[in-house]
């Protein structure tokens, strides 16, 4: 089993959908988590840390469920702006310091 | 965040030379990192830069083939060294102030090796 899987996608969807990710993890002792933004050819940029008890930035909102060891990602009202690729990444904790896990990504484009 | 160049931003190279690919920060930093994309594919970590020692590499990764320094805390240099076009990949440096949290990235280095 991968460390971290994701759906591939692409996930095609019109301005003002709501889409979701999930991604699922295969270390039960990972401590941090989050949610980082790929636009083509340019560098991975946090998009938002994910926290145990959910949490909501605008638009965005991240969910953790440690029990089944997945986090989900919720796009609400999509900007065309926000086609991007989404990296779920979870630092694999026991001791490993620094060691992020990316997910491949999820690929998503909005469409006017 | 911490603002990151990271040079060259891209680079075409025979095989058989090396390439040295530069991080600067522009604060101190705890943590740097050296990563490599490979197209469609996910990030891979392929050494922690640690500050006045070696590097700590990953399974598959030797210092060797990807010599790292580390000079002080806001500097860090990857040399991919005696390229073959398998070595064609975004190369990528990131920092964070703590171990395992929050990594910010520089601009990362296309390579293509012919």
């Known amino acids: 089993r991968k460390e971290v899987e994701q759906d591939p996608g692409p996930f095609n969807v019109p301005e003002g959908a709501t889409v979701a990710f999930n991604c699922t993890y295969s270390n039960s002792a990972s401590q941090s988590f989050f949610w980082y933004r790929q636009d083509c050819r340019k560098e991975p940029k946090l998009l938002m840390s994910?926290?145990?008890s959910g949490n909501e930035d605008g638009r965005f909102t991240a969910q953790l469920n440690r029990a089944s060891q997945y986090i989900s990602l919720l796009i609400r009202d999509s900007k065309l702006s926000d086609s991007a690729t989404y990296l779920c990444?979870?630092?694999?904790?026991?001791?490993?310091?620094?060691?992020?896990?990316f997910g491949k990504g999820t690929k998503l484009s909005v469409k006017p | 965040s911490a603002v990151i160049s990271q040079k060259p931003s891209r680079d075409i190279c025979q095989r058989g030379t090396s390439l040295t690919i530069q991080c600067q920060v522009d604060?101190?930093?705890?943590?740097m990192f050296w990563y490599r994309q490979q197209p469609g594919q996910s990030l891979t970590l392929i050494a922690t830069a640690n500050q006045g020692s070696e590097a700590t590499y990953e399974s598959g990764f030797v210092i060797d083939k990807f010599p790292i320094s580390r000079p002080n805390l806001t500097f860090s240099t990857l040399t991919v060294s005696n390229m073959s076009p398998e070595d064609s990949s975004i190369y990528l440096c990131?920092?964070?102030?703590?171990?395992?949290?929050?990594?910010?990235f520089g601009a990362g280095t296309r390579l293509s090796v012919l």
């Open positions: 990131s920092v964070a102030e703590d171990p395992g949290n929050i990594q910010y």
């Open positions: 990444v979870v630092n694999m904790g026991g001791g490993s310091q620094g060691n992020l896990i």
């Open positions: 994910v926290y145990s």
């Open positions: 604060s101190q930093v705890t943590m």
